[in-house]
């Protein structure tokens, strides 16, 4: 026990009350022993450290703070580089304002494009999500202080997600909804991990001795504590004796004077109470002395201009009909579209940001080289029809050359704490679509929205452009796309399909009871539609470019490619070399291909450069469900 001196000096109602917060955001201290408090703050897109009355839902404000891109939008970029530069400003900006531990990064697998909270997470993929998730945690941590990976784990859902029981089958538990995590705590080691609301296979995940000692400690080597999320402690005493360090937020009194009675009665022993507490001891000091050695201050222009680029890389280009992109200097553009004014740029609840300010498409416009003939919101941001309104819109689009048209969706349909109901654009913004379109044919949309939506209207725009939800700064990086000031290189994250229908778990996503079963199994995302054969409108890791690419000179060993990538277009541009790894007529059934690599490579025009992307020992394994352990697929 690395604190073993200073525990044994504790009493036993100090060993308790440590374990359990103070107030809302910070833990107890021990002034008499030198224990000093910390500060935890939401961060999964950037710092939000509450100023005045706390609470954890995001309703009360917070200080300033840079708002990046969100994890859905930066997942598109398939480049963890710019993930650890992201991660180190939110980290200098948590330190700068005494945070010791960041909740975030947020990696829960996209089960169901439905899910409220899908703005938060990365990806369908384990894999993609976890090295995403993996460059972070560095980038966080390299500040001294912690990040807190979360949801631990099978967390798919917002409705009854504090009632709710993940049914999973331990091969898909292991190949699909943890995976992400053992990379990033493999690769990354964070200091701290957020368990999840929900039960597991019938135990809440924050007592799940499964999950948090056999798994997260004993399999993966984690020695770091483990926090709930806030309000997500049902038995704290059985957490405790199985693997759950610190209760969140302040449980009060009767918290501590139970914890206490657990041990008194023989619920629990001591040494289960002494051995969470060595670990929040460790958090506790290591991130102190971090934030005690801090300037308490940081470049907030500097990371203003990390979170356009973040934004602008990660943007996805998903038509483009007869090169109608990039947009020439002078073109005489209308701009439509109640987003161009008030931006949806990030997601609703505690992620929410207090952005240190936020550059709107309008403001954006009169410095991006284009000629602007004016602005209409075009339709009202709930959804009701106003005629005036698309009038006004229809007149405008006929003086331009190319109409913007900024659609997505409101702030109500993707938020912390409730699902979408539906993947729909709303009805409103869909009729002035068609009835733009039918005014002036050159009509580009660009749309913001943190997930996936149905494009039944594609037909009715010539070019779409996916912003997701660019942080404070994605109004300008989606103009340095449109003008070809940098050409787009952003690949879906996660599958865009026809119809809701389609999807795999459509018959058991947020149903009737707190049972969820999880009876698609592996088959999530692409690795459903791909093995199905069901036709999907924009598959994963799809994106177009301004330049084109050619592959050449593969070679494939089981320990890694190594392939030449030449840019055979006019302009330079960067490509993202996907990885894929099938078994055909595999004796054990699996999805017919699964990402195991990738690689982001910048060429100019007419440049080649040989890339290498290593399969590591997770490219070849499965869980053998009759050994109860990891095996290889022999290839």
């Known amino acids: 026990m690395k604190h073993g001196d200073l525990v044994s000096r504790m009493t036993l109602e100090e060993k308790c009350a440590l374990l359990a917060g103070k107030d809302v955001w910070h833990t107890r201290e021990i002034p008499r022993l030198n224990i000093p408090a910390i500060t935890l703050s939401d961060g999964p897109s950037g710092l939000r450290k509450q100023a005045g009355e706390s609470d954890h839902l995001g309703l009360n404000p917070s200080v300033p703070a840079t708002c990046f891109p969100t994890a859905a939008t930066v997942a598109c970029s398939w480049d963890p580089a710019l993930g650890e530069q992201i ?12 945070v010791a531990v960041l909740l975030g990064p947020g990696l829960n697998t996209k089960r169901s494009p439905l899910c409220g909270r899908n703005f938060e997470y990365f990806s369908e993929d384990p894999y993609l999500s976890g090295k995403m998730a993996a460059s972070y945690v560095r980038g966080i941590q390299s500040n001294g202080i912690s990040a807190c990976p979360k949801h631990f784990a099978v967390n798919s859902q917002e409705l009854r997600r504090m009632a709710s029981d993940s049914v999973v ?3 898909t538990l292991r190949e699909l909804y943890l995976t992400g995590f053992e990379i990033v705590v493999k690769e990354a080691k964070p200091k701290t991990i957020m368990s999840s609301y929900n039960l597991i296979n019938g135990t809440y995940a924050n007592e799940n001795r499964h999950l948090l000692m056999d798994i997260l400690r004993g399999e993966w080597g984690f020695d770091g504590a483990v926090v709930t999320d806030w309000g997500g402690s049902n038995d704290h005493a059985l957490g405790v004796q199985n693997g759950s360090t610190l209760e ?8 501590v004077r139970e914890l206490m009675q657990a041990v008194q009665s023989g619920k629990i022993t001591e040494a289960d109470v002494d051995a969470r507490l060595d670990e929040l001891l460790t958090l506790v000091f290591d991130t102190h002395a971090a934030v005690q050695s801090h300037s308490r201050t940081f470049d907030a222009d500097a990371h203003h201009a990390l979170a356009r680029r973040a934004a602008a890389e990660s943007i996805v280009l998903l038509k483009n009909e007869n090169d109608l992109l990039p947009l020439a200097e ?5 701009v439509i579209g109640d987003f161009a004014q008030t931006p949806r740029y990030q997601g609703a609840g505690s992620s929410a940001v207090n952005s240190i300010k936020v550059d709107t498409f309008l403001d954006c416009l009169k ?7 004016g602005f209409a919101p075009g339709f009202d941001r709930q959804g009701k029809p106003d005629a005036a309104k698309q009038a006004e819109a229809v007149a405008l689009a006929q003086k331009a050359e190319v109409v913007l048209l900024c659609l997505g969706l409101d702030e109500i349909k993707e938020s912390e704490g409730l699902d979408r109901g539906d993947m729909r654009l709303a009805d409103n913004q869909i009729e002035l679509l068609k009835t733009v379109q039918q005014a002036n044919p050159n009509t580009l949309v660009v749309l913001s929205a943190g997930a996936s939506l149905e494009t039944p209207w594609l037909k009715h725009c010539r070019t779409l452009v996916y912003g997701t939800l660019g942080g404070q700064a994605g109004a300008g990086a989606m103009l340095d796309v449109l003008t070809g000031k940098v050409n787009p ?6 599958t865009w399909v026809n119809a809701y229908a389609d999807t795999p778990a459509k018959d058991n996503f947020a149903g009737p009871g707190r049972m969820v079963q999880y009876r698609e199994g592996l088959y999530v995302g692409y690795r459903y539609y791909q093995t199905a054969g069901v036709p999907v409108a924009f598959p994963f890791g799809y994106g177009l470019s301004y330049t084109s690419f050619a592959y050449s000179n593969l070679q494939a060993a089981s320990n890694g490619v190594t392939l030449t990538v030449t840019n055979t277009g006019k302009r330079a541009g960067a490509e993202i070399v996907q990885l894929y790894v099938a078994k055909p007529g595999a004796e054990v059934f699996r999805p017919a291909q699964e990402l195991k690599g990738f690689a982001k490579v910048q060429l100019q025009p007419g440049e080649s450069k040989t890339v290498t992307i290593p399969l590591d020992d997770k490219a070849f394994r ?6 109860d352990s990891l095996s290889l697929i022999h290839i």
């Open 330 to 334: 002078g073109a005489k553009v209308a």
């Open 169 to 171: 089958d331990e091969r």
């Open 489 to 494: 290189s952003g690949k879906l994250a996660e």
């Open 367 to 373: 410095e991006s080289g284009l000629a602007s003939v």
């Open 87 to 98: 991660g180190q400003a939110m980290g200098e900006e948590a330190a700068a304002q005494e």
């Open 248 to 255: 969140m937020p302040a449980p009060g009194g009767d918290a």
């Open 622 to 627: 499965y869980w053998n469900t009759k050994t």
